[in-house]
């Protein structure tokens, strides 16, 4: 079983990425989805979740607004597309994938993918 994030990159703040996290060995069309990011020195925090249909999303409080996230259970895929990036977006991003609803606690994921590394420069 393994989700991998890919998309990441260097951006100048006010820019756009879009996160992709594609998951493979088994389906995760019924588990919830979430996004966390780690900056260098502070603790892994929540970013985004969506449950398992994709109609019921939660955000953080610092990326709401700016950030999306969405899935296609069809692709095994889950998205963050991040708009009006800002430096202090900077992070590992990571994905996961749990059982239940949406959250923001890390203990509520078990499977997580690698990361990718969002740079925005200001």
């Known amino acids: 079983v393994q989700l991998q994030a890919s998309g990441g990159g260097l951006v100048q703040a006010g820019g756009s990425l879009r996160l992709s996290c594609a998951a493979s060995?088994?389906?995760?069309?019924?588990?919830?989805r979430g996004w966390f990011r780690q900056a260098p020195g502070k603790e892994r925090e929540f970013v985004a979740a969506?449950?398992?249909?994709?109609?019921?999303?939660y955000y953080a409080d610092s990326v709401k607004g700016r950030f999306t996230i969405s899935r296609d259970n069809g692709e095994n895929t889950v998205y963050l597309q991040m708009n009006s990036l800002k430096p202090e977006d900077t992070a590992v991003y990571y994905c996961?994938?749990?059982?239940?609803?949406?959250?923001?606690?890390?203990?509520?994921?078990?499977?997580w993918g690698q990361g990718t590394q969002v740079t925005v420069s200001s």
């Open positions: 060995g088994r389906t995760f069309s019924t588990f919830a």
């Open positions: 996961a994938a749990g059982r239940g609803g949406s959250s923001r606690y890390l203990n509520d994921y078990a499977y």
């Open positions: 969506i449950n398992w249909s994709g109609d019921s999303t």
